[in-house]
C-alpha cells in the first residue's frame, strides 16, 4: 500500500507550522490502520517533495548566500542551520513518524526531492542530507543519492514531484529555477 504526501512545507520558523501536524498524524495512523486490517504486507509513506522548506529560510538574507549559487562551506553551514531549525521547530512531524514505524513495523518512509527542499540535493546539502537519512532511516547516504523519482514496480507506480513537470519552476543542469517569469512588453 502506498500513501503519498506532498508539499508540507516544513519551515524554520518559530511559529506554528505550515500544516496540523495533528492532522497529518491522524491521516498516517488511519492509514496504517487501515492497511493493517486489509493485511498489507507493507505501508510506504512517500514524502514527496517539499516536505522542508529550505529555499524561503531568512538565513540565506542573514548570511549573504543563496541557494542558487556555487556551493561553498558558508552554503554548507547555511543549510545545515536551515535544516537543524526546522527538525528543532518540527520535532512532533519526525517524532510521530518513529511512534508509527514503533506501533506499525510495517510502515517504510521514503523520500523524493522537490524543488523547495532542492538544496538538500547539491553539494551545499551535504552534512543536511545526512542528518534527514538518520531521522527517516532511509537507505541513501549522500545528498548525491536522495531520489528525485519514486519507481515501485510492485505498485506500478512512477512518481516525482509536481516542478519536474512544470517549465516554469524547475531544475536545470543541477541549478534550482526558483521561477522563470515572462517579461511582458507593452
Known amino acids: 500500500m502506498l500513501l503519498l504526501v506532498s508539499d508540507i512545507h516544513l519551515a524554520d520558523l518559530g511559529t506554528s507550522p505550515t500544516v496540523d501536524l495533528n492532522s497529518l498524524n491522524r491521516c498516517f495512523r488511519n492509514a496504517a490502520t487501515e492497511a493493517k486490517v486489509l493485511g498489507a504486507e507493507t505501508l510506504d509513506i512517500i514524502l ?8 524561503k529560510s531568512r538565513k540565506w ?38 511512534s508509527l514505524r514503533r506501533e506499525f513495523p510495517f510502515v517504510r518512509v521514503k523520500y523524493v526531492i522537490g524543488n523547495h527542499d532542492g538544496p538538500l540535493t547539491t553539494a551545499m546539502g551535504t552534512h543536511a542530507a545526512e542528518r534527514l537519512s538518520k ?17 515501485d514496480p510492485d505498485h506500478r507506480v512512477i512518481a516525482t514531484h509536481g516542478h519536474e513537470h512544470d517549465p516554469q519552476n524547475r531544475f536545470v543542469k543541477n541549478q534550482i529555477t526558483l521561477a522563470r517569469i515572462p517579461t511582458l512588453v507593452f
Open 48 to 55: 514527496l517533495g517539499d516536505i522542508f522548506e529550505i529555499l
Open 135 to 151: 531521522l527517516l532511516k532511509s537507505d541513501w547516504q549522500t545528498y548525491e543519492s536522495i531520489p528525485r523519482t519514486l519507481v
Open 61 to 98: 538574507l542573514e548570511r549573504s548566500t543563496r541557494p542558487w549559487e556555487v556551493s561553498t562551506p558558508a552554503h554548507v553551514d547555511t543549510v545545515s542551520s536551515i535544516f537543524e531549525e526546522i527538525v528543532a521547530v518540527n520535532a512532533r512531524f519526525f517524532d510521530d513518524l518513529d
